[in-house]
């Protein structure tokens, strides 16, 4: 059964909603043989685009995208220059508290009109690699915040206003 769920991805610094991004990485990483970064990154942008729009002139941008994507899906390294801007990540199994902490985020961050990459980790392997003994727990830019906890928007908004100053100064 298809999975049309729409999933945000960060194309040159804003947050892109598309359809089936999940579902072709889930497809692509069936495959037997061992395709290269740029044979994946085709099938991707081929697959993705039988649903969503991707302008000619960003094809390359949307590519490294969701290669970046599937290599986060498939606990493969990353290249840092992929990765910038602000990163956060909920990490818990999924109770009402974790959804609950990742709305909120989600909501400040369209206040505050702000793209990031907000993820919400609920893998057990990935939640430990944090070294958080507790959910929900909050993390930005690799920084654990809170663990055990909804922090009240205020302070989620003081965290994220710090961390944008720290990238801007530097």
């Known amino acids: 059964m298809p ?3 729409i999933k945000q991805v960060m194309i040159k610094g804003r947050l892109i909603g598309l359809s089936g991004v999940d579902e072709a ?3 692509i990483a069936g495959i037997q043989s061992s395709p290269g970064d740029d044979e994946i990154q085709k099938r991707l942008l081929e697959l993705i685009s039988l649903n969503n729009y991707i302008p000619a002139n960003m094809r390359e941008a949307y590519g490294k995208a969701f290669l970046r994507e599937f290599k986060i899906a498939q606990g493969l390294p990353v290249a840092s220059e992929d990765v910038s801007g602000l990163r956060i990540a909920v990490l818990g199994m999924g109770c009402a508290r974790c959804s609950q ?4 985020v989600r909501d400040i961050l369209s206040e505050m009109k702000i793209a ?3 993820r919400h980790v609920t893998d057990i392997k990935e939640i430990a690699s944090y070294g958080v ?3 929900p727990a909050l993390v930005i830019n690799k920084k654990v915040v809170s663990v055990g906890e909804v922090p009240p928007k205020s302070k989620i908004r003081q965290w994220i206003t710090e961390t944008c100053n720290l990238q801007d100064n530097s």
């Open 133 to 135: 003994m507790g959910s």
């Open 101 to 104: 902490l990742e709305s909120d």
């Open 116 to 118: 990031a990459d907000l």
């Open 3 to 5: 999975n049309n769920e």
């Open 25 to 27: 990485i889930h497809k």
